[in-house]
Nanobody, 125 residues
Framework: QLQLVESGGDLVQPGGSLRLSCAAS????????IGWFRQAPGKEREGVSC????????ISADSVKGRFTISRDNAKNTVYLQMNSLKPEDTAIYYC??????????????????WGQGTQVTVSS
């Protein structure tokens, strides 16, 4: 069974850090482009950071540039999102996804991908 499982979401104070993990089973992530997306209440799902299948190219939303970093550990078949300097506007459910296409074009969510169930990140004092 092909599956992505996110973890690491939590309640954190503004300025804090979190690292989200996304473990894949049933397939190997190094053959897929990967991405992190988020959805806040009342808003559409948006791209946060995406990495090409080759790993050579990444793209991040302007709102997280310089604060969030996507990475993957092929040996662990896991994708990570390191989030620093968190802001209240980062509050959302965070999802990871994997597509067999070379990239998530413009880091836009697509149905042509495997999706995890999401993990809640809340940034609040």
């Amino acid at each position: 069974q092909l599956q992505l499982v996110e973890s690491g979401g939590d309640l954190v104070q503004p300025g804090g850090s979190l690292r989200l993990s996304c473990a894949a089973s049933g397939f190997t992530l190094d053959s897929y482009a990967i991405g992190w997306f988020r959805q806040a209440p009342g808003k559409e799902r948006e791209g946060v950071s995406c990495m090409s299948r080759s790993g050579g190219n990444t793209i991040s939303a302007d709102s997280v540039k310089g604060r969030f970093t996507i990475s993957r550990d092929n040996a662990k078949n896991t994708v990570y999102l390191q989030m620093n300097s968190l802001k209240p506007e980062d509050t959302a459910i965070y999802y990871c996804a994997a597509t067999s296409s070379p990239v998530f074009r413009l880091c836009v969510p697509t149905r042509n991908a495997y999706w995890g169930q999401g993990t809640q990140v809340t940034v609040s004092s």
